[in-house]
Structure formats: structure tokens, C-alpha cells
């Protein structure tokens, strides 16, 4: 029986030598991209989970072109890897934690550039979104120049309305609402009345600004009232209305401008 057994034993060692075991595609000792077709042919060769040019080990490669991270300070790769550098874009998704735009949904948590996003940049740059820059406290932003004849329809409740204005020196009244200001452009020497018409309940009141050289300001209010303002214009001077809500009231109005006669 030995002797029968013994020459298949000796051709099958002959076999194993001569025919090496097959690696599967999990063998950790292959490497993706070190043979022929390795990065196009739609297989994880070395088992690490990426397929071909997702792979490190074709970045690079002739079939692989434009990818890979040069882990430099200078060049983009315009892939989805992150440069690591303080000032190149990677025109991907990823932040390069720099001072450059990703243009992308990610916050770059610098002081300068706007993403042009939504995300709000914690910087002093406008972010193109829905909420814009602050105003500092006591200070307005017309939304409208208006004049003579003119009549205007707006609604302090709407979202966005600016509300840093809660206090007027022409005025004990608590103006806490959110406020809607207009320039008013209007002839030197003409009485004036203004007239605001609230469509609701009567909260909304009127004020009347005069420009000291340091744009629309609380500080500078001249006149109040509830609803009606008569005035007479001076040469060279630049006047605001803005119409502000009592005690946190906002609403809809219209506000009507009207040029009396010219005085002399």
C-alpha cells in the first residue's frame, strides 16, 4: 500500500511547487496597483475596500489621472482630499481648515473669506445667505429712498427686519418693536407731512430723523408721533422716517409722503 501512495505524494508536492496557490482579492500581501489593469478592472485587488483609482495605490497612475494628495502648501488636487495647506482650495467638500474659500457648505472658521453658503462664517464677511451682517445698536439702514407724493406699503413683522432701535431722545415712549427706516428725499424749504396708516391694532409709531453727519441714527431723533408728522424741510439737510413698533408691536402700514407748499 506504501509503495502505491508514495508517487502520488511525490507529484503532488511536484504540483504545489509548481503551481502556487491562487491569492484571493483579500490577500493582505497584494498591493492595487502594482499589476497590469489593477486600476480598471473594477476590483479591490488588495481587499482594503477601495476599487481602483479610489485606491492609494493607483493615485498617480497613468489610468488614474488628476488624483491623489500632494500633501503640499501649494498645489490644489481638485479631488476630494484635503491639501492640509493654508491656502490652496480643493474645490471639494472637504475644509482645508484655511483662509480660502472651499465653496463648499463647510464653515473655513476664518475672519475674511465669504463660502458663499448659507453657513453662517463667523467673520465680518457677508455670507450671501438670508441674515446679513448686524447693525450696531441705535443705528438703522433705510430700505428705500421716497419723496414727494410718494406712498409705500411694508410690515415690520416680516423675518430679516432690522431691530436695534428701542430708545429716542424725542420720545419716553418703549420702542422695542422691530423697525422699517426710509430716506426721504424731498425740496429745501417745503412743509412736509408725513401720515401711517397701521393695518391692525394702533401700535406702530412714527419718527422723524434728522442727519448729523453719522447716517440714521437713533441719537438724532427731532420728532415723534403715533400715526402724523408735520415739518418743514431745511436746506442741506438730509431727513429719515422710520416707523418702529411700541413695546414690541410689529405689523403691516402704509406710510404716505406729502409736500405742502414751499416756505419762504
Do not use: K
Not at 502505491?4 to 490577500?27: I, Y
Not at 496597483?33 to 498617480?60: H, L, M, P, V
Not at 491639501?83 to 464653515?107: G, K, L, N, P, Q
Amino acid at each position: 500500500m506504501d509503495r502505491l501512495l508514495r508517487p502520488l505524494l511525490v507529484l503532488a508536492c511536484l504540483l504545489l511547487v509548481a503551481c502556487p496557490l491562487r491569492r484571493g482579492s483579500n490577500d493582505s500581501d497584494r498591493v492595487e496597483g502594482t499589476r497590469e489593469g489593477d486600476c480598471t478592472d473594477s476590483a479591490d485587488n488588495d481587499g482594503d475596500g477601495f476599487f481602483d483609482c479610489e485606491d492609494q495605490g493607483c493615485w498617480g497612475s497613468p489610468d488614474c489621472p488628476g488624483t491623489g494628495d500632494d500633501d503640499d502648501a501649494t498645489t490644489d488636487d481638485d479631488d476630494a482630499v484635503d491639501d492640509d495647506d493654508a491656502t490652496t482650495d480643493d474645490d471639494d467638500a472637504v475644509d482645508d481648515d484655511d483662509t480660502a474659500d472651499d465653496d463648499d457648505v463647510v464653515d473655513d472658521d476664518d475672519a475674511t473669506t465669504d463660502d458663499d453658503d448659507a453657513v453662517d462664517d463667523d467673520d465680518t464677511a457677508d455670507d450671501d445667505d438670508a441674515t446679513g451682517p448686524s447693525l450696531p445698536a441705535g443705528t438703522c439702514a433705510p430700505v428705500a429712498v421716497i419723496g414727494c407724493g410718494d406712498v409705500v406699503n411694508d410690515d415690520t413683522s416680516l423675518p430679516g427686519v432690522d431691530d436695534v432701535m428701542d430708545g429716542y431722545p424725542c420720545t419716553t415712549s418703549n420702542e422695542s418693536g422691530p423697525e422699517i427706516a426710509f430716506e426721504l428725499d424731498l425740496p429745501a424749504n417745503t412743509a412736509i407731512e408725513l401720515y401711517l396708516t397701521a393695518f391692525g391694532v394702533w401700535e406702530l409709531d412714527l419718527l422723524l430723523l434728522e442727519e448729523t453727519g453719522n447716517g440714521c441714527r437713533a441719537s438724532d431723533c427731532i420728532q415723534y408721533d403715533n400715526y402724523y408728522q408735520q415739518f418743514t424741510t431745511s436746506p442741506g439737510v438730509t431727513y429719515y422716517v422710520v416707523v418702529d413698533g411700541f413695546s414690541g408691536w410689529a405689523g403691516s402700514f402704509g406710510l404716505e409722503v406729502t409736500c405742502l407748499s414751499s416756505v419762504h
